[in-house]
């Protein structure tokens, strides 16, 4: 059998709206089918289960309606859409006409402008001069040009002459004072130098001296305290061992008293025993 | 599902319908008073949650009333009512998801330091353990629910719990019919599948109940 059926159908058949031909048609395809039946019995146990949900109870509470229905242009479909173009226009128009806006276009492209057009005066022109004219002045101006330069020249070369002349002074006076100093350094360094050596020396060996000295002290400090201490662990290792022994030897003397008791006590209970042994001995002989 | 007389006042409703929409306003009122609970129970079953259901419900009747005399067929109210409060249901969705913030009611959760809720059902008189169990199987399934998507949540409540017609539902949701029942079909499956995992099937269920 070819029928399949879709959702569409399967929900038709779960609501009883489904009738005539296809009815049939998905009764018969139950019948021959586990699964589908086993689905639709899973679809009726959702129904079920869906109607547990309860309908909340509420009270309706009045409902006024004014039924004048003085429909004001506004309510209108597109009214406000209209309106609110409109509105934009004339805003653009009234602020275009307060700021004086003016669109142009021409070959050059759109113009868009504020306030008045402004009038640029024509440019008057002055009469052309001839080339002689010109070339005469471009030849004033170079001589006037060169006149200068020579001038300024003349007065940086003086100048310089004069600058290297005084520092040529100051530098001869310079090395003079710099020969003085070396050999003024060359002779007083072999016996200023001794005596910072020897005085070196002898600062160096008093320190040595110092902090031998005080090591020292302190050696004997630290031996005599280390003596010390471990006569004191010693003595501490001694008394703790006495202390032992002497537990130990409480511990021997208690557990031979206990057993001394203990023996004392068999010995009592078997001589007491033996005793009533011999009494019954005798009374059966 | 046994139908109250309150059901059997919604079937045979079409004088009233009629009234009302001549502008009675008793017979609005009445209109009101018959369907209120079931469109509550719709939004609250969609978003567990009181006070986004009275607004709903509040917000269907009061379009429903001025938009009432525009019913060309009273046959149709029933997937009209429907329309206009998916639509509201939708439309607050939409506002719950712009605004993130949690509700008091959400972080106190008054209903955990009540008492259960059976005490509170009509069927009190009956076993405690077995009306407790009910009443946890309940919750299980109204948070089951709204784990589904918003589609098959719709058509979910709409058919099992509102006892819709698929051609009503498909009405309403403005869809194919087939679609709503493929709809179901697979927020069935979803459901079906949540309680698996929670170990609670036909069989576990039969045996607690």
């Given at each position: 059998m070819s029928y399949k059926p879709n959702e569409a159908a399967w929900m038709a058949y779960l609501y009883g709206e489904m009738e005539g031909e296809e009815r049939e048609r998905m009764e018969l395809y139950l019948a021959e089918n586990a699964n589908a039946r086993l689905e639709l019995e899973n679809m009726k146990a959702l129904q079920h289960m869906l109607r547990t949900v309860e309908d909340k109870e509420v009270i309706a509470p009045p409902i006024v309606v004014d039924?004048?229905?003085?429909?004001?242009?506004?309510?209108?479909?597109y009214a406000k859409t209209i309106i609110s173009i409109a509105a934009s226009l004339l805003l653009i128009m009234v602020v275009g006409r307060l700021t004086s806006t003016t669109v142009s276009s021409d070959d050059s492209g759109i113009r868009i402008s504020f306030g008045a057009k402004e009038t640029i005066p024509p440019v008057t022109n002055t009469p052309m001069l001839t080339q002689a004219e010109v070339q005469e002045m471009i030849n004033a101006s170079l001589s006037d040009n060169n006149n200068t330069w020579q001038q300024s020249l003349a007065e940086n070369r003086q100048k310089i002459d004069e600058s290297i002349r005084k520092n040529l002074a100051v530098n001869t006076r310079n090395s003079e004072r710099v020969d003085a100093l070396v050999q003024q350094v060359a002779s007083a360094s072999k016996d200023q130098i001794a005596a910072y050596v020897a005085s070196i020396q002898t600062e160096n060996m008093r320190m040595m001296q110092d902090y031998m000295k005080l090591t020292s002290t302190e050696q004997k400090d630290y031996m005599e305290n280390l003596l010390v201490d471990f006569s004191k662990y010693l003595q501490q290792q001694r008394n703790d061992d006495l202390r032992l022994l002497q537990t130990k030897i409480t511990d021997v003397e208690q557990n031979s008293n206990l057993f001394k008791a203990e023996t004392e006590q068999i010995l009592t209970s078997l001589i007491n025993n033996s005793g009533t042994n011999f009494q019954k001995a005798g009374i059966r002989n | 599902m046994a139908e109250t007389l309150l059901d059997i006042a919604m079937m045979h409703s079409d004088s009233l319908l009629l009234r009302a929409r001549q502008g009675d306003k008793n017979a609005q009122g009445k209109l009101v008073q018959l369907w209120y609970k079931r469109i509550y129970n719709f939004a609250f079953k969609f978003f567990q949650d009181h006070d986004l259901a009275m607004e709903v419900a509040q917000k269907t009747f009061i379009s429903m009333c001025r938009n009432?005399?525009?019913?060309?067929?009273?046959?149709r109210f029933k997937s009209w009512l429907y329309t206009i409060a998916v639509n509201y249901c939708r439309e607050e969705l939409r506002k719950k998801k712009s605004n993130k913030s949690v509700p008091f009611e959400f972080v106190v959760n008054p209903e955990a330091e009540n008492s259960p809720r059976w005490e509170g059902?009509?069927?009190?008189?009956?076993?405690p353990e077995q009306q407790f169990q009910q009443a946890e199987l309940s919750e299980i399934l109204q948070q089951a629910l709204m784990t589904l998507s918003e589609e098959q949540r719709e058509v979910v409540i709409m058919k099992?719990?509102?006892?819709?017609?698929f051609r009503e539902i498909a009405e309403v949701l403005n869809i194919s019919e087939n679609t709503a029942k493929s709809r179901m079909y697979y927020g069935l499956d979803g459901l079906k599948r949540i309680l698996e995992q929670r170990n609670i099937t036909k069989d576990t269920v039969h045996y607690e109940l």
């Open positions: 039924n004048h229905k003085t429909r004001s242009l506004w309510d209108f479909p | 009432l005399e525009g019913l060309q067929d009273t046959g059902s009509a069927m009190r008189h009956e076993n099992e719990f509102e006892g819709l017609k």
